[in-house]
Nanobody, 115 residues
Framework: QVQLVESGGGLVQAGGSLRLSCATS????????MGWYRQAPGKQRELVAW???????NYPNSVKGRFTISRDNAKNTVYLQMNSLKPEDTAVYYCNTYPSVRNYWGQGTQVTVSS
């Protein structure tokens, strides 16, 4: 059974930083590309970063240069370093495989950026 547990969210002022962690269980991690996603109130969930099994990161333009995804295969953990946060980054952040698998969604971690 696969479990993904996100942590590290919180309240931060605009311009601040947060580091999110996603601990995984099961055998999927080492062979899977992993992604961070977010869902703001009233909006669809969107991809904010993904990383290949070999460690190559990818970002949409909305976060490029501000967010950094990384993974530690020894710890079965994927990270999202978020810098220069903006109020529009406020959302619940989730990790999942990339592409995502419906049954893998966890509870997410809330990130709130105040202006």
């Amino acid at each position: 059974q696969v479990q993904l547990v996100e942590s590290g969210g919180g309240l931060v002022q605009a311009g601040g930083s947060l580091r999110l962690s996603c601990a995984t269980s099961g055998d999927i991690f080492r062979i899977s590309a992993m992604g961070w996603y977010r869902q703001a109130p009233g909006k669809q969930r969107e991809l904010v970063a993904w990383i290949t099994s070999g460690g190559i990161p990818n970002y949409p333009n909305s976060v490029k240069g501000r967010f950094t995804i990384s993974r530690d295969n020894a710890k079965n953990t994927v990270y999202l370093q978020m810098n220069s946060l903006k109020p529009e980054d406020t959302a619940v952040y989730y990790c999942n495989t990339y592409p995502s698998v419906r049954n893998y969604w966890g509870q997410g971690t809330q990130v709130t950026v105040s202006s």
